[in-house]
């Protein structure tokens, strides 16, 4: 059974730093494309960061560009996103995500990833 485990959310003020964790299991983690999506009360769920599933390829949201780091541990089947200068626009609920053999053009498809977390709340203070 796949399962996707998100954790490191909180409540935090603007300029704050944060780190989420996702944990995979019963998955080969090295052939799934991993990312990060958000999703706002009464928004869409949109993609934030991505790591190719050969880690070739990273990419990210603009919104998010040089204050959010993508990684991840293979041997621990676990990703990562720091989260740094944290801006109350960044208040979402974060979800990992993944598509084996997923491709960069398609990294930011909500519709591609065949697996989800069930989300880590992150709220930003003003």
Known sequence: QVQLVESGGGLVQAGDSLRLSCAASGLPFSTYTMAWFRQAPGQEREFV?????????????DS????????????????????????????????????YLGTSQTMGRTSNY????????????S
């Open 49 to 61: 960061a991505g790591i190719r599933w050969n880690g070739g390829i990273i990419s990210y949201a």
């Open 64 to 99: 998010v560009k040089g204050r959010f780091t993508i990684s991840r541990d293979i041997a621990k089947k676990t990703m990562y996103l720091q989260m740094n200068s944290l801006k109350p626009e960044d208040t979402a609920r974060y979800y990992c995500a993944g598509d």
């Open 114 to 125: 065949e697996y989800w977390g069930q989300g880590t709340q992150v709220t930003v203070s």
